[in-house]
């Protein structure tokens, strides 16, 4: 009755019980005693009619009657205990006598049976009828017992005296009992019985001792006469303290620590028929603030370097206090590891890791667990200061509450590995605080003392624990909540690492991009991944810049919408490739596996991408973690950069990511430069603790001259075309549908009489200005447009001047806007051989162009004017391509003028002679229109010879008037004029040495007219 779980009693001990029946009275009555031990049957005619249990003094009497007031009620003490009742008589002709027997005692009433000295049972003889041979020193208490007999009608009742004796236990029982009746009849002590019963652990969730007695005897035989027995009673005494028991080497029984809840003892019985029946007594502790508690732990580690994976033992010890109350129990624990002492994936990497189920635990049950072999994760030693072995067992790690929670403790101590051996189970939670730090909460512990529990975590490199990442000193703590009331002790754990230290800004990934074609323009798996040396700072945030030409064909895969993204739904049609990843620590990371998929492109961004792996560390799933990723493209070569922030924690356990790589392996998706040479690019990662580092990552395909190379060209002309006029002009470039070459340079021959208007230079919008974005809206001089073979969507953007510094005419920016926003900057020149404008550009991106078309409206602020009528020929461009595979192409083609210019209205302007030697220019406007206003700019390096006298008479002699210093303007009629004779006779100017040495020159004849207009006509002439 002092022990726990009950333990069938071996069938050589119910055989010697019966043979202990063999005719005399006192062995009539030793048998009866028996029986007292287990309560009479669960039938009408055998109730068990009063009960008692509970603590009482030394020098009150234990019977069924007593009442609350007797008892001694004070929390943790050495007090003596009494166990007492009455039944109705069982009658064994018809099955109703009493069979088994068992005890529940309270949770938190213990004894130190295992401690204290034992009777070896050779010594306490239960086969034999003589008195037990045991030393004083181990008798834990005393009673009686009350037998009733009938013999041949008479009816014999006595009060049996009862010893209990310390036994020697097998393995399977926490402490033994024996049971000593000594029978006496007027005065003649009669044979003595003996009964050997073993205690055990009951299992949670009221974990507390159980005895259990089986097989009572049914008969007696006196004279030789067989005779029933019955019980009506048993009282039962287990002695407390020492003082009161001289005899006992220590205190004996001990008391609980909770006043919270009632003290219940249960008796059932179970009668040879099968019937059971059951009765409780309670009582109610007092005083247990006054219970002593102490308590201290630590943590320990195998390794004292830092970020590795390590060995962890963590030790809990409770100050057992005895005399004259014994410590308080435990209620419940939280214990938090020292900052950086954390969980790792490494864990997972190694045998198949598992979790244990509720059923293989069997937390309520005193079954041996069933948890499989890749659960186990440490080893636990419980000491308790009553037994003399401690109990030995291990952690396991348990199934998951609920998606996404850290994962169950599964603690389990046993005397050792048989059925029905002495278990303690526990179960705990795993949890990350508000500090980041790990933490197992242990609740509802059985009321079991103990002095030191133990839990090591085991070693090497596949080791559950990893250590801080840094040298120094951290701290943990242990909140213990003690059964008695009283606040939570808490208590410092301070970890010390200091050994192999090592830089915590140390930070040198490196980063591979590879190809499973690596054939120019072909397409396969591009991969990229980058790196990190262990025991390094951690990856943070990472912008990962492609080499020009690597791409992807987003006509291949749709775009996941934002809110499927988020909730990791994507549709297969949106997954382009494959992520895996090494998180951990030491030799042996874990291996993750995730999925690319194509994301509905944030703002500004030419794609997005999803990220979406479990995170699975073995079979413990905690969700999936969503990263995104946005790509733009490089304003300086239109390459692809990669944005991504790099996660440090998922559900507060670190990651530790040791690689990242990325597989676009989605058929024909990944796409390769045209371009052979080799190709680098330089990224920027960033760690946790801000280190930064630029990685190169260098590429290179084969077999450029396999590539075929087939741009085409073509323009066409608008507006104004004749000798002056401003028109405009279309070019268009294309690459017809096939894998070859993309096109790396261009230049471009304009056709003849073609020349850039210097007038509208200050327009053009300085190069700071257009590398900033903050062009003025005049510097835009047409438009773009475009396709793409990887994009069903259209490209489209403006032309405009941008001045560079130290170049006379200016240069064309095209500035695409939309998905693709981007800039490409070309230039303008002129053809030393024919005078030609030409327009290149020299850095085109090795991108799939199929078609570039660019507009160059006309009138009067075009930024083109014509120096001779182009349509008295037929216009002829010229295009000058190079590949990025290096292969070249030349296209000359040709733009009839539309018919629509010949009935165009445009002033008629013929020149003879020239500036030097005399020039006449006679101005004939358009039909139905008259001239108001005629004027001649003269060009940069030409003047009016002489002084100002002179210049006025010469021009006075000519009809004319100087307009400021250099503009001429010829005398008209207020009327209008239905034409204009300009005369500037041989003399009239000095040219600067500049000047002198070109052939010709462009004045600038400006026209007003009385119907409203102006036409603004620059005019070639012989110098």
């Known amino acids: 009755m002092i022990g726990t779980v009950p333990r069938r009693r071996p069938r050589h001990q119910g055989r010697r019980a019966f043979a202990m029946a063999h005719g005399a009275l006192a062995t009539v009555i030793a048998a009866a005693m028996l029986a007292v031990l287990a309560p009479a049957a669960a039938q009408a005619g055998n109730p068990i009619t009063r009960l008692a249990a509970g603590p009482i003094a030394a020098t009150t009497h234990c019977n069924p009657n007593l009442t609350a007031e007797q008892y001694v009620t004070t929390a943790g003490a050495r007090t003596d205990y009494c166990m007492a009742y009455y ?20 949770e938190g009433f213990l004894a130190t049976s295992d401690t204290s000295p034992q009777c070896k049972l050779v010594d306490f003889a239960p086969e034999r009828a003589d008195a037990a ?51 006496n009849l007027g005065g003649i002590d009669l044979d003595h019985t003996k009964l050997v019963s073993y205690t055990n652990l009951r299992p949670n969730p009221n974990v507390g001792l159980r005895t259990t007695i089986e097989g009572m005897p049914r008969t007696t035989t006196i004279a030789g006469i067989k005779a029933p027995i019955a019980i009506d009673g048993f009282f039962l005494r287990f002695w407390g303290s020492k003082t009161d028991h001289p005899t006992l080497p220590q205190s004996f029984a001990l008391l609980g620590s909770d006043c919270t809840k009632d003290q219940v003892t249960t008796l059932t019985t179970t009668s040879y028929s099968g019937d059971t029946q059951s009765a409780s007594a309670k009582y109610r502790l007092t005083d247990c603030a006054n219970v002593p508690f102490g308590i201290k ?36 624990t939280t214990l938090t590891m020292p900052a950086g002492l954390e969980l790792g994936a490494q864990v997972a990497s190694g045998d198949p890791l598992e979790l244990c189920t509720d059923e293989q635990f069997k937390w309520d049950s005193t079954e041996p667990v069933g948890c499989p072999a890749g659960s186990r994760v440490a080893d636990v030693d419980i000491v308790s200061p009553l037994q003399a072995n401690p109990f030995k067992g291990a952690g396991y790690l348990g199934v998951q509450k609920a998606p996404g929670d850290l994962p169950q403790v599964f603690i389990v101590g046993e005397f050792n590995s048989s059925p029905g051996a002495p278990r303690v189970k526990l179960k705990g939670q795993l949890a990350i605080d508000d500090q980041g730090r790990l933490t197992t909460t242990l609740s509802d512990l059985p009321q079991v003392l103990f002095e030191k529990f133990s839990l090591t975590f085991r070693g090497g490199d596949h080791a559950p624990m990893q250590t801080p990442r840094q040298c120094g000193t951290t701290e943990g703590q242990l909140v213990a909540t003690p059964s008695n009331g009283n606040a939570p002790v808490i208590q410092a754990l301070p970890l010390t690492i200091d050994q192999d230290c090592i830089d915590p800004n ?30 390094q700072a951690r990856f943070s945030k990472m912008v990962v810049n492609l080499p020009q030409g690597i791409l992807s064909d987003l006509k291949l895969a749709t775009e996941c919408p934002q809110a499927d993204g988020d909730a990791g739904n994507c549709p297969a049609s949106s997954r382009i490739g494959t992520m895996t990843a090494l998180s951990g620590v030491g030799p042996a990371p874990y291996t993750v596996k995730g999925d690319v998929y194509l994301r509905e492109r944030d703002p500004g961004s030419v794609a997005s991408l999803l990220i979406s792996a479990p995170v699975r560390f073995g079979p413990v799933d905690l969700g999936r973690l969503n990263l995104p990723a946005r790509i733009e493209l490089r304003p300086e070569d239109l390459g692809l950069r990669l944005y991504s922030d790099v996660p440090q924690r998922f559900k507060g356990l670190p990651l530790s990511l040791r690689s990242f790589q990325v597989d676009l392996d989605r058929p024909d998706f990944a796409m390769n430069p045209t371009n052979c040479d080799p190709l680098s690019s330089s990224s920027l990662f960033t760690s946790d603790t801000g280190a930064t580092a630029n990685v190169a990552g260098s590429f290179q395909v084969s077999g450029c001259e396999a590539l075929g190379f087939d741009p085409k060209l073509a323009f066409k002309l608008s507006g104004q075309m004749g000798d002056g006029d401003k028109p405009g002009i279309d070019v268009t470039v294309s690459l017809p ?53 990887i994009t069903d ?19 064309i920016g095209m500035q695409f806007t939309g998905r693709f926003a981007s800039k490409l900057l070309g230039g303008i020149a002129i053809d030393k051989a024919t005078g030609q404008l030409v327009t290149q550009f020299q850095n085109v991106p090795d991108v799939p162009l199929v078609e570039l078309a660019l507009h160059l409206g006309g009138g009067p602020d075009a930024p083109l004017f014509s120096t001779a009528d182009l349509c008295q020929q037929t216009p002829k461009m010229v ?83 100087l307009i400021g210093t250099r503009t001429i303007g010829a005398s008209v009629p207020s009327a209008g004029a239905s034409s204009s004779t300009v005369k500037l006779p041989k003399g009239t100017f000095s040219f600067t040495r500049t000047a002198l040495k070109k052939k010709k020159l462009v004045v600038s004849v400006r026209l007003g007219y009385t119907g409203g207009g102006r036409d603004v006509v620059p005019l070639t002439v012989w110098r």
Request: include cysteine; proline fraction near 8%; charged fraction near 20%.
């Open 87 to 106: 039944m109705d008589g069982g009658n064994p002709e018809t099955g109703d006598d009493t069979y088994k027997t068992t005890v529940d005692n309270p």
């Open 133 to 183: 041979r045991c030393d004083p020193s181990m008798q834990t208490g005393s009673g009686e017992a009350r037998v009733r007999v009938v013999v041949a009608g008479l009816t014999i009742q006595q009060t049996v005296p009862v010893k209990m004796w310390n036994l020697e236990h097998a393995p399977d029982a926490v402490a033994g009992v024996g049971l000593e009746l000594a029978p």
């Open 297 to 332: 732990a630590t943590v320990e580690t195998t390794e004292r370097r830092p970020d590795v994976p390590t060995g962890t033992k963590v030790t809990v010890s409770v100050d057992q206090n005895f005399e004259p109350r014994v410590t308080s129990n435990l209620k419940s």
């Open 506 to 535: 140390a930070f040198s990934p490196t980063m591979s991009i590879t190809s499973s074609n690596p054939v120019a323009g072909g397409r396969g798996v591009t991969t990229v991944k980058v790196e990190r040396p262990d025991r």
């Open 737 to 789: 549908g096939t894998r070859g070459s993309n096109i790396k340079t261009t230049s471009v021959l304009m056709p003849p009489g073609l020349s850039a208007d210097l007038k509208q230079v200050p327009r053009a919008c300085p190069q700071a200005n257009w590398d900033a974005g903050t062009c003025a809206p005049t510097a835009v001089i047409g438009t773009v447009e475009g396709r793409l073979a």
């Open 793 to 811: 969507e259209q490209l489209t953007g403006t032309l405009s001047m941008v001045k560079i510094e130290g170049r006379t005419l200016p240069s």
């Open 879 to 961: 295009g000058t391509f190079l590949g990025q595979s290096g292969a070249t192409a030349t296209r000359t083609v040709t733009a009839p003028c539309s018919a629509a210019y010949a009935t165009y209205a445009r002033p008629r302007i013929t020149k003879k002679g020239s500036l030097r030697n005399g020039l006449t220019l006679k101005v004939s406007p358009p039909a139905a229109q008259k001239l108001s206003v005629v004027r001649v700019a003269i060009p940069n390096g030409v003047s009016v010879k002489g002084s100002a006298r002179t210049k006025a008479r010469l021009i006075k002699g000519t009809k004319l008037r």
